[in-house]
Nanobody, 119 residues
Framework: VQLQASGGGLVQAGGSLRLSCAASGSIFSINAMNWYRQAPGKQRELVAAISSADSTGYADSVKGRFTISRDSAKNTVYLQMNSLKPEDTAVYYC??????????????WGPGTLVTVSS
């Protein structure tokens, strides 16, 4: 299984970006797909999560600004980021909790995509 993220880049404060992450390979079913981020000198933190039932959750710091969604047919998750702030600058990682068979469950990480928000 591979996760490939895209959509990072440089944006001014107040701007928007949309991240995408596609999962490919031997996938039986996906339980949840998540976005994490890691800023320089800080620990990796969970930003947003979406379950197979489309339940979503967000870190307090991004509530009302970020929206996670998914396209189950494409095994793809999106993160729409609006009203970006300099403190949102980080490497964003896609994470998937999935089954590769009916009995084997594992989690996978994408390589990360850099988001830089200038003030």
């Amino acid at each position: 299984v591979q996760l490939q993220a895209s959509g990072g880049g440089l944006v001014q404060a107040g701007g928007s970006l949309r991240l995408s992450c596609a999962a490919s390979g031997s996938i039986f079913s996906i339980n949840a797909m998540n976005w994490y981020r890691q800023a320089p000198g800080k620990q990796r933190e969970l930003v947003a999560a979406i379950s197979s039932a489309d339940s979503t959750g967000y870190a307090d710091s991004v509530k009302g600004r970020f929206t996670i969604s998914r396209d189950s047919a494409k095994n793809t998750v999106y993160l729409q980021m609006n009203s970006l702030k300099p403190e949102d600058t980080a490497v964003y990682y896609c994470h998937a909790d999935l089954y590769v068979s009916s009995w084997f469950r594992d989690d996978y990480w994408g390589p990360g995509t850099l988001v830089t928000v200038s003030s």
